[in-house]
């Protein structure tokens, strides 16, 4: 189904529930059988304006709750551009090896929460909003999840003497369970095979 035509069923469903909640299930059912909503949602909040809140910006909402404030300003004219190039998306997919760099979950990994196959999108470390660029060095791989709760966060990724410190703090079996990840995801280098 055309993006256009989604996102309009979402801002009709929003503006018909201006104030209530509504959840990522319902979201989901209005857009099918696009698997896109999130993002036209996320387009409605920063390229369009709209006053749709989340967990993020108000604890009384669960994660997958929403719920459009007010109507939106239509006096404010907005122009967006979308500035990442598809080249600069893959370098950065390619870089953070299509990981979340938020959870470590990777592309096509079970979400724990849904069981969905987790899908990898590009957000800003600094977002657009606070004045961070659209390089390279200003994005990372997220995971939806991520990506939605990220907003506006101005999280740097943990120094590898905080990483360390963290897994040696661990118990055993917790130091076990990422060693084995690390090995699944980077395997082993050239000349260290397992005997």
């Known amino acids: ?65 929403y719920r459009l404030e007010r109507l939106p300003d239509t006096d404010v004219e907005r122009t967006f551009v979308r500035a990442v190039s598809q080249r600069t998306r893959a370098e ?30 590009i957000g800003h470390i600094v977002d657009k909003s606070r004045g961070g660029g659209d390089d390279a060095s200003n994005l990372r791989a997220l995971c939806s999840a991520c990506n939605q709760g990220a907003k506006n966060l ?12 963290q897994v040696r703090r661990a118990n055993g079996s917790d130091q076990l369970a990422v060693y084995e990840w690390l090995d699944r995801k980077l395997g082993h280098p050239s000349g260290s095979k397992k005997k």
Not at 10 to 37: C, D, H, K, M
Not at 154 to 165: A, F, N, V, Y
Request: aromatic residues 4%; hydrophobic residues 35%.
């Open 1 to 65: 189904m055309a993006t256009s035509s989604v996102k309009s069923r979402l801002r009709t469903y929003f503006l018909a529930n201006v104030g209530l909640v509504v959840t990522a299930r319902e979201l989901q059912e209005i857009a099918a059988p696009a698997s896109e909503w999130a993002r036209r949602v996320h387009e409605l909040r920063d390229e369009e304006g709209w006053p749709i809140s989340t967990q993020n910006d108000d604890i009384s909402l669960k994660q997958g709750e």
């Open 92 to 121: 950065v997919l390619d870089r953070d090896g299509h990981t979340c760099q938020m959870c470590g979950l990777g592309a096509g990994d079970p979400d724990p929460i849904t069981g969905r196959p987790v899908r990898i999108h």
């Open 154 to 165: 101005t999280l740097e990724k943990p120094s590898r003497i905080w990483l360390l410190q």
